[in-house]
């Protein structure tokens, strides 16, 4: 029998991501290997040319990303619900100014005019709302005409309420587990970030992904499944199996 899930809200997510904030930053910063040998070439890529443009970073975190981008010359606007993290955000941008407004908000109800954004950037952020059609509702709405949405998540086909590698004796992986597919829903993640917090996220199947990207009007133009480059694997000697199932996956979706 499936055991029961506990009934875990937004709220409940956003205060492990504040209890874990310092624990982040100081783990997933520049030097992550996931940014620099896996995600970050590849949402760059699909983002193209944001030199002055109106680029929201929804769900920021500490800032990473909206900071790339204002170096690259684009008008960010960073948004984030954990208020610990926008917190360094914050700070970082009075050390450094680099023209970013962070603006303490839920992407699923932004608060924001319609039509103000060239481009959104949400770096493995949808599989962290529990209201995913209403984030989507929401990036369309911001979006002017022709602006694009390249989003990454936890690939939602190998991230379930029961999921995991199964391994040997020896701890090698011999395959990968998936069961409770269309069970949506909080999922009580392993302590990830740091060894005291589990974190929770929220399992989404493919369909509620791409066919709300759909239903809200967008038009889908790419959707990757991105493989480390081989400096990954020289960061992370370890990480054998990235190339075995896709951690992550990468949507580039355009309003018309
Ligand atoms: C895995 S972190 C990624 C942060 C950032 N995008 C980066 O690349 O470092 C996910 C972030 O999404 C934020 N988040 C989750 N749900 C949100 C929501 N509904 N509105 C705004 N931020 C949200 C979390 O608080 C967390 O900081």
Known sequence: MPQAMPDYTQRDA???????????AIRYGANDANRRFLLDPVLLNLLG?????RVLDAGCGEGYFARRLA???????GMELAERMLQRAVQQEERQPLGIAYLHGDITAMGLCSESFQAIVSNVVLVDVQDLAGALQEFFRVLQPGGVLVCSTIHPCFFTRDSGWVKDEQGRALHFRIDR?????AVEDVPWVDRSTPMIAFHHTLEDLVDGLLNCGFVLQRLLEPLPQPEYYQARPNDFNYDRIPNFLVIKAQKP
């Open 49 to 53: 040319a944001v030199t002055r443009k």
């Open 71 to 77: 170096q690259m010359g684009a008008q960010v606007t």
């Open 181 to 185: 597919y269309f069970e949506r829903g």
């Open 14 to 24: 956003t205060d492990r991501w504040n209890a874990v904030a310092e624990a982040w």
